[in-house]
């Protein structure tokens, strides 16, 4: 509400007036009858209209401020009279105030119906054309979460056949995601009508009503999709459908156009959604792997780093053995990983690797340059106090990484060191 008057563009003296302020003194029962403006066609002027709607406003933002719900629903009836106004420019910021108002207030107010919500909507809709697009999708997002699917299919259907002159083609990226969700919506109904996993078949016509609705869906995403932007829901429902009529190379085609496509802005999620296919359709080790290398150039402190490690040692080749310690140390230097048992077991997994094949100078090279900041972040001693007290197998994974590389003298040895002499007194 504060940089609300900012965002609309409201002049100062169209909200709040220190000589025209009225004292809040209760809520109506009654839309207050607001002053309409005589027809007049000289320069702009204020007139009693505008004062009472301006009071009318300030009553309604401060209400809205202080969460009085009803009160603000009770001016905001009175409000709406704007659109009466003459004076196209107030008419069409009257438009907005009043679709943004409305819904704020409607979904505060514990007995607005769906039936407020529509008829706001289609209200605001019919008279802010140049919003209408925006105003549409929200309505539909509104009509979806409450599972009302046929309906927003419907007041999809209206507004993708919606022209009005230079207002609609001011409007394309708002055209472009109605479009989108007019193949989500047919995609969902297609889910609805699907078949459940291991029960039988539905019968032909119900069979043939599910094709229909994925050629739908299957077209308009398609389409979709092939522009460059960040589609993942629509991209994860066409490959959800292509997945069930085992259509996997065309599946596979649209995943990797969707992660490798340079026209495309940079998704850390097309790479995890292809490499799920991947990994879903038992991929090749080096395709399971390259796919994660170009995640972890985007995102290393994703939790499929993890994963990467594993399928690195799988291989047992040295080459691989020493990227998967730099993606593991690079995991771990992120402060969400800091004190994740799995990292670090996962670490200590590959330091053993190494050992094992006597290629413990990858680990000293590789520690000579984190040192300082792994000392600083990971085994300072009021860290090891912190492992004793909450986590103790953390504090031994630790203790043998710092062992393997080299470090001596360091308090969290001696920490780790009262820890093993508190137990083994304990088992006496």
């Given at each position: 509400?504060?940089?609300?008057e900012?965002?609309?563009?409201i002049?100062a003296?169209?909200?709040?007036?220190?000589e025209e302020?009225?004292p809040?003194?209760?809520r109506?029962?009654?839309?207050?009858?607001?002053?309409?403006?005589?027809?007049?066609?000289?320069?702009?002027?204020e007139?009693?209209?505008h004062k009472?709607t301006?009071?009318?406003?300030?009553?309604?933002r401060?209400?809205?401020?202080?969460?009085?719900w009803q009160?603000?629903?009770?001016?905001?009836s009175?409000?709406?009279q704007?659109l009466?106004d003459?004076?196209?420019?107030?008419?069409t910021?009257?438009?907005?105030i009043?679709?943004?108002?409305?819904t704020?207030?409607l979904?505060h107010?514990?007995?607005?119906?769906a039936?407020?919500?529509?008829?706001?909507?289609?209200q605001?809709?019919n008279?802010?054309?140049?919003?209408?697009?925006?105003?549409c999708?929200?309505?539909?997002f509104?009509?979806?979460?409450?599972?009302?699917f046929?309906?927003?299919?419907?007041?999809?259907?209206?507004?993708e056949?919606?022209?009005?002159g230079?207002?609609?083609?001011?409007?394309?990226l708002e055209?472009?995601?109605?479009?989108?969700?007019?193949?989500?919506?047919?995609?969902?109904?297609?889910?609805?009508?699907?078949?459940?996993?291991?029960?039988?078949?539905?019968?032909?016509?119900?069979?043939?009503?599910?094709?229909?609705y994925?050629?739908?869906?299957?077209?308009t995403?398609?389409?979709?999709?092939?522009?460059?932007g960040?589609?993942?829901?629509?991209?994860?429902?066409?490959?959800?459908?292509?997945?069930?009529?085992?259509?996997?190379?065309?599946?596979l085609?649209?995943?990797?156009?969707?992660?490798?496509?340079?026209?495309?802005?940079?998704?850390?999620?097309?790479?995890?959604?292809?490499?799920q296919?991947?990994?879903r359709?038992?991929?090749?080790?080096?395709?399971l792997?390259?796919?994660?290398?170009?995640?972890?150039?985007?995102?290393?402190?994703?939790?499929?780093?993890l994963?990467?490690?594993?399928?690195?040692?799988?291989?047992?080749?040295?080459?691989?053995?020493?990227?998967?310690?730099?993606?593991?140390?690079?995991?771990?230097?992120?402060?969400?990983?800091?004190?994740e048992?799995?990292?670090?077991?996962c670490l200590?997994?590959?330091?053993?690797?190494?050992?094992?094949?006597h290629?413990?100078e990858?680990?000293k090279?590789?520690?000579?340059v984190?040192?300082?900041?792994w000392?600083?972040?990971?085994f300072?001693a009021?860290?090891?106090?912190?492992?004793?007290v909450?986590?103790?197998?953390?504090?031994?994974?630790?203790?043998?990484?710092l062992?393997l590389?080299?470090?001596?003298?360091?308090?969290y040895?001696?920490?780790?060191?009262?820890?093993?002499?508190?137990?083994?007194?304990d088992?006496?």
């Amino acid at each position: 509400m504060d940089d609300f008057e900012d965002e609309l563009n409201i002049p100062a003296a169209d909200v709040d007036s220190p000589e025209e302020e009225t004292p809040n003194q209760g809520r109506i029962k009654e839309p207050i009858h607001l002053h309409l403006p005589p027809k007049y066609k000289g320069p702009s002027r204020e007139t009693g209209f505008h004062k009472s709607t301006r009071n009318c406003l300030k009553i309604i933002r401060d209400a809205m401020l202080h969460h009085r719900w009803q009160e603000a629903a009770e001016y905001f009836s009175s409000y709406t009279q704007t659109l009466e106004d003459t004076t196209v420019s107030r008419q069409t910021m009257a438009c907005e105030i009043i679709w943004r108002l409305g819904t704020e207030i409607l979904h505060h107010l514990p007995n607005a119906t769906a039936v407020d919500f529509n008829a706001l909507y289609n209200q605001t809709k019919n008279s802010g054309v140049r919003n209408y697009a925006k105003i549409c999708l929200e309505h539909v997002f509104h009509l979806l979460l409450n599972g009302q699917f046929d309906e927003a299919k419907r007041q999809l259907s209206i507004a993708e056949s919606w022209r009005y002159g230079k207002h609609s083609a001011a409007q394309p990226l708002e055209t472009k995601f109605i479009r989108a969700y007019c193949g989500f919506l047919d995609y969902l109904i297609w889910c609805d009508k699907r078949p459940e996993s291991g029960l039988e078949a539905e019968d032909v016509s119900d069979n043939q009503e599910m094709h229909s609705y994925f050629r739908q869906a299957s077209v308009t995403l398609g389409e979709i999709i092939r522009q460059p932007g960040i589609w993942d829901p629509f991209v994860l429902s066409y490959i959800t459908m292509l997945e069930f009529y085992n259509k996997e190379d065309q599946a596979l085609k649209v995943l990797q156009n969707y992660a490798y496509n340079t026209d495309f802005p940079s998704n850390p999620n097309a790479h995890i959604y292809l490499y799920q296919f991947l990994k879903r359709h038992k991929a090749p080790q080096s395709k399971l792997i390259s796919s994660l290398r170009i995640l972890h150039s985007l995102v290393p402190s994703h939790e499929l780093m993890l994963e990467l490690c594993v399928l690195l040692m799988q291989t047992w080749s040295e080459k691989h053995l020493e990227e998967a310690l730099r993606v593991s140390m690079d995991l771990l230097e992120f402060s969400s990983w800091k004190f994740e048992t799995k990292a670090w077991k996962c670490l200590l997994k590959i330091i053993l690797n190494l050992k094992e094949k006597h290629c413990l100078e990858y680990l000293k090279k590789e520690w000579s340059v984190r040192r300082s900041l792994w000392l600083a972040m990971h085994f300072r001693a009021y860290i090891g106090r912190k492992d004793s007290v909450e986590n103790v197998k953390l504090l031994k994974i630790k203790t043998q990484v710092l062992r393997l590389t080299g470090e001596g003298n360091i308090a969290y040895f001696g920490i780790s060191l009262k820890v093993r002499r508190r137990e083994q007194a304990d088992k006496a």
